[in-house]
Every structure is written in C-alpha cells, then in structure tokens.
C-alpha cells in the first residue's frame, strides 16, 4: 500500500499469514499497535517517508516477535541522535534497521522467507520442462533432415535412371547415323539395290535378265 495518502492502519483487516508490508510514502504518525493486532506474523515492515517523528511511536512494534525488518526511510525519526542504537535497544527482534544490521553489515538483496519458499524449485522445474520442449525440437529437427535426405536420395536415383535411358537412347541414333552413313558411301546403284533388297523387292533389272534367259 504505497504512496495512497493513508493516514493510518486502522481499517487493515486482519491478515495472520501476512508477513510482509509496504506502506512507505504515506502520512501515518501513529497507530501502529493495530498491526500487532491484524498482522502478528509480520516479519517485514516498510514505514519510510511517513510522519513518524518518535521512538515512542515505535513501541507497539514490540508485540510483533517475528519482525526482523524495519524501513524508516525519510522519517523525522531517522533525525534524532542514537536514532540506530535507540531503535535496536527498543525492538530487539530486530536484524535489519534501513538496510543494515547492528554491526552496520547490508541486508541481503532478498529474502526467501519474505518472497516466499519454493520458488527457486518451481524456477529449476521449469527450466527443466524447457529443455525438454528443446530436445523434443532437436528430435523433430533431426527427424525433417532425416526426410530431406530421404527426398534428395530418391531425387538422385530418378536422375540416374534419366541419364541412363538417354545414353541407350544415344546409342540408337548413333547405330542409325552409322547405317545412313554407309549407304552413302555405297555407289547409287547399289544404294538402290540395297534398299529393295532390305522392302523385300527384286531390282527390275534382275528380272529384264531373268526373262532374256
């Protein structure tokens, strides 16, 4: 519930599971012991730019014994001496004050516990299912080439069988230029004599002779 001009926390419904909430840049000054009330699991809190001026003001958050986290960001509280030392010594539940420990040592980036558990494991489940869905690809992938070669190879052998009706093909016609070609190196005579003989006819001068005799 960030930045909606809340005044305060008195209309929070009651939330146990809660455990962490926002409510930065808003205009609470007090109030605060309702979120003992409505939220006891509260392990995260975030009051910063608020107008919380008082460590007293603070006080109702000792009721919350899971608090770990507390944001005070531009609050006027933050202004006061010992601000850090007051705060820890008031609420010492607490680990983090503004992003830093007692010992002034960061906050992690993260915390499980508040972004919720199991999330890494749905992230490697999931990462898990894409790679099946990339090896059921590759299978497929593998598959199409298989087919293309399959195409290719048929493709190839059809070309040969072409390629080799069109050498017997070759070999026809040069058979018959040959033939052509001897003929007319014979004399015409003979030429003639040739072809009757190859129509199944006499040559006319053959039967003139036959008939002197």
């Known amino acids: 519930m960030i930045?909606?001009?809340?005044?305060?926390?008195?209309?929070l419904p009651k939330l146990n599971k809660l455990r962490k909430l926002e409510l930065s840049d808003n205009r609470i000054s007090g109030g605060l012991e309702v979120l003992a009330?409505?939220?006891?699991?509260?392990?995260?809190l975030?009051?910063?730019g608020n107008k919380i001026k008082d460590i007293n003001t603070l006080e109702p958050l000792k009721k919350l014994p899971n608090?770990?986290?507390?944001?005070?960001?531009?609050?006027?509280?933050?202004m006061l001496i010992n601000y850090r030392e007051s705060v820890f010594t008031l609420l010492p539940q607490l680990t983090y004050l503004d992003g830093f420990d007692a010992d002034d040592q960061e906050a992690p980036d993260s915390d499980p516990e508040?972004?919720?558990?199991?999330?890494?494991?749905?992230?490697?489940?999931?990462?898990?299912?894409?790679?099946?869905?990339?090896?059921?690809?590759?299978?497929?992938d593998e598959e199409v080439i298989d087919d293309e070669e399959d195409e290719d190879d048929d493709l190839e052998g059809e070309e040969e069988e072409d390629g080799v009706d069109d050498e017997e093909d070759e070999e026809e016609d040069g058979e018959d230029d040959e033939e052509?070609?001897?003929?007319?190196?014979?004399?015409?005579?003979?030429?003639?004599?040739?072809?009757?003989?190859?129509?199944?006819?006499?040559?006319?001068?053959?039967?003139?002779?036959?008939?002197?005799?």
């Open 3 to 11: 930045n909606i001009n809340l005044l305060s926390v008195s209309n």
């Open 37 to 44: 009330e409505r939220t006891p699991n509260l392990t995260h």
């Open 46 to 48: 975030n009051l910063s």
């Open 67 to 78: 608090l770990h986290s507390l944001d005070l960001f531009n609050c006027e509280v933050t």
């Open 114 to 140: 508040a972004d919720g558990d199991g999330l890494e494991d749905d992230y490697e489940n999931g990462e898990g299912e894409e790679e099946d869905d990339d090896d059921e690809e590759d299978d497929l």
């Open 180 to 213: 052509d070609e001897a003929d007319d190196d014979l004399p015409r005579g003979e030429k003639r004599k040739r072809n009757l003989e190859d129509e199944g006819e006499e040559d006319p001068e053959d039967e003139e002779d036959d008939e002197d005799d």
